[in-house]
């Protein structure tokens, strides 16, 4: 059997809002055949992680109307190895308190010189996702695993 297709799920979270929609979207991608799914915090992620793996769904909490720095510190550590990460698929997540949209922004600007796939629309939730939302975010990372296969 070939080997499975690899999602990273890296995240930035402080009370466990973007958590939970980290873990919806790894619910999504472990519910399609052939792909698996690790989920880590943003700050213990290395490089390698990010080259092992086929697509990326990448999340944060607003901070300030922008990503958390602890994001942005590892898509700085990723963009040495930018080259091969080019051309995967990637899904952006966020969570705020009315800033989520602005944070996801941000995520995207920084995300578009990795010259992704993009997996759209991002997932833009207020506080701590709902039933809907979480469900929404299911599906977004079943999308994202789909894409992997191809
Ligand atoms: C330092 C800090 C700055 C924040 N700045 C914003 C902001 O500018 N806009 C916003 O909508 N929410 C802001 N928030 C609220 C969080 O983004 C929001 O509560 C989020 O859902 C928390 O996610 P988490 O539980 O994953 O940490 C801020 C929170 C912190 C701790």
Redesign the pocket.
């Known amino acids: 059997m070939a080997n499975k297709k690899k999602i990273l799920v890296a995240y930035a ?7 939970k929609l980290a873990e919806a979207i790894a619910e999504g991608v472990n519910g399609v055949e052939g792909v698996s799914v690790t989920i880590k915090r943003a700050r213990d992620i290395k490089p390698g992680d990010a080259v092992s793996a086929d697509g990326y769904a990448f999340g944060s ?5 922008y990503m958390a720095g602890e994001l942005k510190t590892l898509f700085e550590e990723l963009y040495r190895v930018r080259d091969k990460m080019t051309g995967k698929p990637v899904l952006l997540f966020a ?6 949209v ?1 944070a996801l922004e941000s995520m995207d600007r920084v995300v578009g010189v990795f010259n992704p796939r993009w997996i759209k629309p991002g997932v833009a939730v207020e ?1 701590m996702p709902d039933e809907t939302e979480k469900a929404r975010a299911v599906e977004m990372g079943k999308k994202l695993a789909e894409a992997v296969k191809k």
């Open positions: 979270s402080r009370t466990g809002n973007t958590e909490h607003s901070a300030f109307e969570t705020g308190h009315g800033g989520q602005a506080a």
